[in-house]
Structures are given as structure tokens and as C-alpha cells.
């Protein structure tokens, strides 16, 4: 099978799981950190699911699931115990052309859960294609292994300094061999740390060419 590898911007997107236990409780939380509106529904819900709802974090709703839980949905997630419960939530969704996940059950799911190594922003999503979770959460404990545990920061400060090279130097092969040049090097927030250095003599140079050229035009015509 041959799967589409996306990350999904789920800020504030109606997001529904249904299913309020152990299945369902690490789904929701993922959704949580995306910073997606969830609706919990579901038959009975864990101590935890009740806290989110009741610190307003989520949405829930003590019922069996109804089609028209559907309504308005970006994206649904059939986490219950209940296989049958989970396909039929599937199917619902397919109709109504709705992305959904039913949770360890590859053939009714248009996405699956990748297993996630995280520093800050940066992230590393491993899937199997639902052939063998196990084999992508060793491959996770591998990277996460070998991945400096301050990358999350190093890579907050890259992207800082990458903002200003974009705004100070022009578009073309230099900017963009500068750009590489810096995902090689130690950054930190210091000023005086090389690779801002690095950054600031490139712009002094950048303006220095401006100023030659402007000094060219309006040099009189001999």
C-alpha cells in the first residue's frame, strides 16, 4: 500500500473520537497537543477524560455514538473496545467523506498513527502501514535514542536565524548555500555565538554590494 506522509495543521479543527478509554486516551491527548477542538463521545469515559472535560479541554458526551456525531467533523477517531462500533463509525465517516481512524484496524482507516519521536518542533513519524506497530515503535526508540535531547532548542534558534537571512539576503544560490551551511553548525541563542556571527558578516557583505551598486547608478556618466 502506498500512503501520502503528511503532518495535518489540526489548530482549532472539529475533531471527534469516540471511545473514552485506555484505546482511546492516548488519541486524545495527540489531539490535545495539535491543538485541535476535540468531542469525546462515548458510553463511559476514564477519570482522566472526565478531568480534560471538566478543566474545559474537551467536549464530552455520555451516550452511545449517533451518526450525527459526524456533522461538521474534519477528522474522526473510532478508539472503543467494540470492533463493530469502530466499523461502523468508519463507514459513517467514509460517506460523508470524513478522514477517520479506527484504532488496530488497518482496513478501516484512511490515516494511521505513526510512531513519534519528538524534540520541540521537530518531529519524526515512522509507520508500517499497520503491518507491524511494534516494528515502528523499536525503530522509535532507536532514533529517539540517538537524537540530543536539546535538539528541540537548537532547532528554535536555527529557525530564528533562518527567519533573518530570509528578510536581510536575496534569493539565489548564496542565500541558499548559507541556509545549509548553518543546519551543519552549532547555534545557540548568544549573539556572539559563530553562526550568527556567520549570519551577520554575510548581511554586512550583502549591504555592502547594495551600497556599491547604488553608488554605481548614480555615478555620473563619464
Same mark, same amino acid.
Request: proline share 5%.
Given at each position: 500500500?502506498?500512503?501520502?506522509?503528511?503532518?495535518?495543521?489540526?489548530?482549532?479543527?472539529?475533531?471527534?473520537?469516540?471511545?473514552?478509554?485506555?484505546? %482511546?486516551?492516548?488519541?486524545? !491527548?495527540?489531539?490535545?497537543?495539535?491543538?485541535?477542538?476535540?468531542?469525546?463521545?462515548?458510553?463511559? %469515559?476514564?477519570?482522566?477524560?472526565?478531568?480534560?472535560?471538566?478543566?474545559?479541554?474537551?467536549?464530552?458526551?455520555?451516550?452511545?455514538?449517533?451518526?450525527?456525531?459526524? !456533522?461538521?467533523?474534519?477528522?474522526?477517531? %473510532? %478508539?472503543?473496545?467494540?470492533?463493530?462500533?469502530?466499523a461502523a463509525v468508519y463507514r459513517d465517516a467514509e460517506a460523508r467523506n470524513i478522514?477517520?481512524?479506527?484504532?488496530?484496524?488497518?482496513?478501516?482507516?484512511?490515516?494511521?498513527?505513526?510512531?513519534?519521536?519528538?524534540?520541540?518542533?521537530l518531529q519524526i513519524a515512522i509507520s508500517t502501514a499497520g503491518e507491524s506497530p511494534a516494528v515502528a515503535q523499536r525503530l522509535r526508540r532507536e532514533i529517539d535514542a540517538a537524537l540530543p535531547a536539546d535538539l528541540g532548542r537548537w532547532l528554535a534558534d536555527l529557525g530564528e536565524l533562518r527567519r533573518e537571512v530570509l528578510e536581510i539576503h536575496p534569493e539565489g544560490e548564496p542565500r541558499k548555500q548559507l541556509l545549509h551551511t548553518l543546519a551543519q553548525r552549532d547555534v545557540c541563542s548568544s549573539q556572539d555565538c559563530p553562526a550568527r556571527r556567520l549570519v551577520r558578516d554575510a548581511g554586512a557583505n550583502v549591504n555592502a554590494q547594495r551600497q556599491d551598486y547604488r553608488a554605481e547608478q548614480l555615478a555620473p556618466d563619464r
Amino acid at each position: 500500500m502506498s500512503l501520502f506522509p503528511a503532518f495535518l495543521k489540526l489548530r482549532n479543527k472539529p475533531c471527534l473520537v469516540v471511545g473514552a478509554g485506555e484505546i %482511546a486516551w492516548s488519541k486524545i !491527548t495527540s489531539l490535545l497537543d495539535a491543538e485541535a477542538d476535540v468531542q469525546v463521545v462515548a458510553i463511559e %469515559a476514564r477519570d482522566e477524560v472526565h478531568q480534560l472535560a471538566t478543566r474545559g479541554r474537551i467536549r464530552l458526551t455520555l451516550r452511545d455514538y449517533e451518526p450525527g456525531d459526524l !456533522t461538521d467533523r474534519f477528522l474522526v477517531i %473510532a %478508539a472503543t473496545s467494540d470492533r463493530n462500533v469502530n466499523a461502523a463509525v468508519y463507514r459513517d465517516a467514509e460517506a460523508r467523506n470524513i478522514l477517520c481512524n479506527a484504532v488496530d484496524d488497518p482496513p478501516n482507516c484512511d490515516f494511521y498513527f505513526g510512531s513519534v519521536v519528538r524534540r520541540g518542533d521537530l518531529q519524526i513519524a515512522i509507520s508500517t502501514a499497520g503491518e507491524s506497530p511494534a516494528v515502528a515503535q523499536r525503530l522509535r526508540r532507536e532514533i529517539d535514542a540517538a537524537l540530543p535531547a536539546d535538539l528541540g532548542r537548537w532547532l528554535a534558534d536555527l529557525g530564528e536565524l533562518r527567519r533573518e537571512v530570509l528578510e536581510i539576503h536575496p534569493e539565489g544560490e548564496p542565500r541558499k548555500q548559507l541556509l545549509h551551511t548553518l543546519a551543519q553548525r552549532d547555534v545557540c541563542s548568544s549573539q556572539d555565538c559563530p553562526a550568527r556571527r556567520l549570519v551577520r558578516d554575510a548581511g554586512a557583505n550583502v549591504n555592502a554590494q547594495r551600497q556599491d551598486y547604488r553608488a554605481e547608478q548614480l555615478a555620473p556618466d563619464r
